[in-house]
């Protein structure tokens, strides 16, 4: 009796994705059995390159945060195992191999980390707490959902990790106005979500986050040895932090 090789679904949210899409599904080509892709309406070519692709499609009503968008994208793969990425990472084609091995010569049940390597305006990133950075990305469809967390969503599972080696790249920022508008996202994103938690802040403690993180990625993640790029990346972090605490004080004052 020949052993049916297991199926992998590969899922990604999107949101105005175009100029992001294309290279990430062409890094899937020929290795992966499912692409679903669920959006948040774009209103650029999106949906068209995904459909491109073959990706199965949903544009459903509303927005509900990172983690319910991503457990809707995981409802709608049927293949054994899934891989969720971004639209803007890519899968190597070293780690496309390791990926498929690695599922081939499962004997367990196991969910896989894999490390990321971060682009930051200009240049991959090797410090500033980017790196290593291993993020949990290949589970069995069944035994894993994505945590409620409106921003930084997580896989949770009870199954056992294992790392994988090769390297996810990760665009993240390609130039400094996008550093801005996703320290204006997340920051929002992070105070609505630390809000509904119960926390509160003032602009002293705003300042002191603030100086916090800078410190924390510049000299104990020694960010300092990314060069200007790993100080740009300090004052970005320090401004998401700042941002985020000083958007939890406005939103208490204007509830007053």
């Known amino acids: 009796m020949t052993l049916r090789a297991p199926t992998l679904s590969v899922i990604v949210i999107t949101r105005n994705e175009a100029h992001n899409l294309d290279d990430c599904l062409m890094s899937l080509k020929g290795w992966v059995d499912e692409i679903v892709v669920v959006d948040s309406h774009s209103t650029d070519d999106t949906v068209a390159i995904a459909l491109r692709h073959g990706a199965k499609v949903a ?3 509303g927005w509900p945060g990172f983690g319910p968008q991503k457990n809707r994208a995981l409802n ?32 367990q049940a196991a969910a896989y980390e894999i490390p990321r390597l971060s682009w930051y305006c200009g240049k991959f990133m090797h410090h500033a707490g980017w790196r290593p950075d291993h993020v949990l990305r290949l589970f069995p469809r069944l035994q894993a959902q994505f945590s409620q967390d409106l921003v930084h969503e997580r896989v949770v599972t009870t199954l056992p990790c294992k790392q994988l080696q090769n390297d996810l790249l990760h665009y993240s920022y390609r130039d400094f ?20 938690r119960g926390k509160r ?19 104990l993640r020694a ?16 401004e998401t932090s700042y941002y985020k605490y000083l958007k939890i004080w406005a939103q208490a004052q204007s509830a007053e």
């Not at 793969?77 to 091995?101: G, H, K, Y």
């Not at 996703?182 to 509904?196: F, I, M, N, P």
């Not at 802040?201 to 000299?219: D, I, L, M, Q």
Request: hydrophobic share 50%; with cysteine.
């Open 59 to 61: 544009q459903p009503d």
């Open 76 to 107: 709608m793969a049927t293949c054994d195992w899934v891989l969720s990425i971004d639209a803007d990472e890519r899968v190597t084609p070293a780690l496309a191999i390791e990926i498929r091995q690695a599922l081939a010569s499962s004997t």
């Open 177 to 196: 106005s996008q550093v801005l508008a996703k320290v204006d996202a997340y920051s929002t994103a992070s105070a609505k979500q630390a809000l509904a």
């Open 201 to 219: 802040a003032t602009v002293g403690s705003a300042v002191g986050h603030g100086a916090w993180a800078f410190f924390r990625t510049y000299v």
């Open 223 to 238: 960010g300092f040895l990314d060069g200007g790029h790993g100080l740009a990346l300090a004052i970005s972090n320090a």
